[in-house]
């Protein structure tokens, strides 16, 4: 039993040269050939810890930010309820969708569409099976996590007395208008917001005390460019589910499928994949700085 367990902590071992080694990854950007070598090296470090994270642990927390998330949509609906139709009033009310992202950065909270980055690195650099397991089982539970999260809100949202008619009616428009969206424009524009993410997640280590700031200036602009996103988009789909303005089966196609597809090919095909690649000279040129160092 004592064998068993060993064996099942180290598949849960992310494989690198560092964890090989027993070393912790190196992110003094003074010794390291470039800024964005120490960036990259720090998001790998995150990346790993989450990958080694227990499973139920990674659950509960992607619940909690699925619930987190919820925010976004209540705020924007009360702005578009408040606000009504003028000249400029997206540019105010997409400012309610960024409330659920900054609670569940800042709360270190479990959201998907950031960890199509974030342990994606780890992955890219050493791509072994067992690297690869450990990524597909954070995605699964994360995924799952923020669904059922973001469920509970949408049917909160619906049947609890807690909001007004005229909100709830906002609730409603909010979710009509992303399903206005093809198929295909749903994947494009999920694409969109799974860099614009990813970019921030990228930026993150790097912002110091502006982390509220970047976190709200980037998701302001998944809002005003109406881009598609799989988890705030789930709360406000489902929401139209529970309430029986759509069927389930509207859920999954056109929305879910193609937006998390988008999500993914945009933050991890391409700017995760293009962030490893800036970065891998550097890597190497490191590398040889230590043989001939030894």
């Known amino acids: 039993m004592n064998q068993n367990k060993k064996n099942e902590t180290h598949s849960q071992e992310v494989e690198s040269e560092e964890n090989k080694k027993g070393e912790d990854i190196e992110v003094d950007e003074e010794n390291l050939p470039s800024q964005a070598m120490a960036t990259h090296e720090h998001i790998r470090q995150e990346g790993e810890k989450e990958l080694e994270r227990d499973i139920w ?23 578009h309820a408040e606000l009504g ?83 709830k009616q906002a609730f409603h428009d909010i979710g009509m208008k992303v399903m206005e969206n093809t198929p295909t424009q749903m994947f494009a524009k999920a694409v969109v917001s799974g860099w614009i993410v990813a970019t921030m997640v990228w930026m993150l280590p790097s ?36 309430t029986g303005a759509l069927p389930w089966q509207s859920f999954v196609w056109p929305f879910a499928i193609p937006t998390l597809l988008g999500n993914i090919c945009g933050g991890t095909f391409i700017f995760a994949l293009l962030s490893h690649a800036q970065i891998r000279m550097d890597m190497q040129k490191d590398t040889s700085a230590s043989v001939e160092h030894q």
């Open 207 to 242: 912002a110091g005390n502006a982390k509220i700031l970047v976190i709200l200036l980037m998701t302001w602009l998944i809002a005003v460019a109406d881009t598609t996103h799989i988890v705030v988009g789930t709360i406000e789909v489902l929401y139209l589910v529970f």
């Open 85 to 167: 139709h003028f000249s400029g009033s997206l540019m105010i009310e997409s400012i309610g969708y960024t409330f659920g992202f900054i609670i569940v950065i800042m709360a270190h909270q479990q959201l998907f569409t950031e960890n199509t980055i974030t342990p994606v690195l780890s992955v890219m650099q050493k791509p072994t099976a067992n690297n690869l397991y450990l990524l597909l089982r954070l995605w699964a539970v994360v995924l799952l996590g923020n669904l059922i999260g973001t469920a509970i809100a949408a049917w909160a949202f619906g049947y609890m007395p807690v909001f007004d008619p005229a909100i």
């Open 57 to 79: 642990a990674l659950l509960w927390s992607a619940i909690a930010a699925g619930l987190s998330m919820s925010a976004s949509l209540m705020a924007k609906g009360i702005f």
